[in-house]
């Protein structure tokens, strides 16, 4: 690491990217970052009004047309340029993300390269946008079905993975031939800011892509979102602001993405391989310091194997070291703040006070920044508010189950279905439980399952759409169907 601190965070801008510029907002307010290990005020940035919502709207739109027009090969090149860039400055973008977030450098190495990706595999999508041409069934004409770009796009982002959720809807849009207007979370802007920066270096056209950091997300979103200018919302964040934005969507009839909320039931049968399954664990619930969609929130584990594993995933859990992201060794940073303490320690508490054993941690750490001791909960009593709600914190709990038809009753007892994982040597129980088992994406044998080839996404109130793999671009595309006279009736 080369770079200082205080030298990253003074290259990150502090205003907002409408048509090509860095302007300051006409709020004149401004929004305060923090590090969530520390507390402390790392950067003050712009505070975007309703109208720089519209102003960016006004760049995305003024511009929509031109770039869609641009080469596919233009756009892939600009996409490439930009992986390249990032690569040189993944040291750069790590350690700001772990500033503004919290998580472990090593992890946000990681996400360098999963965010990165997303550059990468739609630079290359923008130039396979396919279409088909065919006789009509009655023989009297010929059928054109091609792609188009869906138009201005607005992509709003959660605080979790600041430069992947970003990268995840910017790159399809942009391959596609869409502008867009970027709105992160309040609590984690930086990183957009800088990636933005970034994108400007690598050639992207004024007003391609405008950014607006606000710390009053619903005063200035709703508009942008009635704009009839705008054709596209993509939203990633919790199940209710998603709900919300739903409808706002419909009076305008958007075409609308939404990665929401999850709830991952993570099974362990009694055919396991216990060690694999411990490794799958540690990660499905601890990477991001528990702060993940995907994080697994329910362990249902085989009542033959549930102490076995309990044991062995507590003695793992009391090796983790806390502390700042930056220090060395460190595998569990801060929670974003205190109100996201708050909410892990309720939910412990509730889950102990309704016969939940304690097996480990438990308790929120004194001190400066967000801390929560990672915890291990046993023999969780149905009804709980940890069974149902999003834990978004370094708890494990465990539930025991009967035989396969129980694990799959109480997997699916919730109302998200983003993800599953599960463990077990049985192929035709695996292949059995991709049927059975209601979510969009499923680990079998393994713990993590997020990658930019792949269509990431959910069922039931955890979502609308697919991001990654061939199907994260047509988020971005409409259909356009022509008809044609048969051509040798035409004279
Ligand atoms: P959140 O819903 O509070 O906020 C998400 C984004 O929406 C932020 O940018 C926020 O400023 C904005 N927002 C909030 N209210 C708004 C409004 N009224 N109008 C417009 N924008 C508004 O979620 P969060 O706390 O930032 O993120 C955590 C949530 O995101 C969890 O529920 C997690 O499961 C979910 N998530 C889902 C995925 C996925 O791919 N399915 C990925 C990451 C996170």
Redesign the pocket.
């Known amino acids: 690491m080369t770079i200082s601190e205080s030298d990253l965070l003074a290259k990150v801008p502090d205003r907002l990217f409408i048509g090509g510029k860095w302007v300051p907002s006409t709020s004149g307010r401004s929004i305060e970052v923090h590090d969530p290990s520390t507390g402390l005020v790392i950067k003050t940035i712009a505070d975007a009004s309703p109208e720089d919502g519209i102003r960016a709207v006004d760049a995305a739109a003024a511009v929509q047309q031109s770039w869609a027009a641009t080469a596919p090969r233009v756009r892939g090149e600009i996409l490439r340029g930009a992986f390249d860039l990032l690569q040189e400055r993944a040291d750069e973008f790590a350690l700001l993300m772990t500033l503004e977030m919290g998580k472990p450098l090593a992890e946000a190495r990681g996400e360098v390269t999963y965010g990165g990706e997303f550059l990468r595999w739609f630079g290359e999508e923008a130039v396979r946008i396919s279409g088909r041409y065919g006789v009509n069934p009655e023989g009297t004409g010929r059928m054109i079905v091609t792609h188009l770009p869906v138009g201005p796009s607005f992509l709003?982002?959660?605080?979790?993975?600041p430069l992947a959720?970003a990268t995840r809807k910017i790159a399809p849009a942009l391959a596609a031939g869409c502008t867009a207007i970027v709105?992160?979370?309040?609590?984690t802007p930086l990183t957009t800011l800088y990636f933005a920066r970034l994108l400007e270096e690598a050639g992207l056209p004024a007003g391609v892509l405008n950014v607006i950091t606000t710390s009053t997300?619903?005063d200035v979103?709703?508009p942008i979102i009635a704009d009839k200018r705008l054709r596209k919302l993509s939203?990633?964040?919790?199940?209710?602001?998603?709900r919300?934005?739903l409808t706002q969507a419909s009076e305008n009839v958007l075409r609308t993405s939404m990665?929401?909320?999850?709830n991952a039931p993570f099974l362990v049968f009694d055919d396991a391989d216990l060690d694999g399954a411990v490794d799958g664990a540690m990660l499905a619930k601890f990477r991001n310091i528990g702060q993940?969609?995907t994080a697994a929130n329910r362990f249902i584990v085989h009542e033959s194997v549930a102490d076995e594993f309990t044991a062995r995933i507590t003695a793992r859990v009391n090796e983790l070291t806390i502390g700042r992201g930056t220090d060395d060794g460190v595998a569990i940073g801060p929670l974003i703040n205190d109100g996201a303490v708050d909410k892990a320690d309720a939910l412990v508490r509730d889950a102990i006070d309704r016969g939940a054993t304690l097996v480990t941690g438990g308790s929120r750490i004194d001190g400066p920044g967000s801390f929560y001791q990672p915890t291990v909960l046993s023999g969780i009593v149905a009804g709980s508010d940890i069974l149902r709600e999003?834990i978004?914190g370094p708890v494990v709990t465990i539930v025991p189950f009967t035989d396969e038809a129980d694990a799959v009753a109480l997997a699916n007892d919730t109302e998200y279905g983003?993800v599953s994982y599960v463990f077990t040597r049985d192929l035709a129980r695996g292949q059995r439980l991709v049927e059975t088992l209601q979510t969009g994406m499923m680990g079998l044998n393994v713990g993590v399952v997020s990658n930019a080839a792949a269509p990431?996404?959910?069922v039931k109130q955890?979502?609308i759409g697919r991001?990654g793999g061939s199907e994260g671009i047509h988020e971005y595309l409409e259909t356009k169907y022509v008809l044609t006279p048969d051509p040798f009736l035409a004279g």
């Not at 709003?156 to 993975?161: K, V």
């Not at 939203?235 to 998603?242: A, D, L, Q």
């Open positions: 709003i982002t959660p605080w979790n993975f959720m709105k992160p979370a309040e609590l997300s619903g979103s709703a939203f990633t964040g919790s199940t209710p602001v998603g919300k934005l990665e929401l909320g999850g993940a969609c999003e978004f983003l990431f996404g959910g955890s979502g991001e």
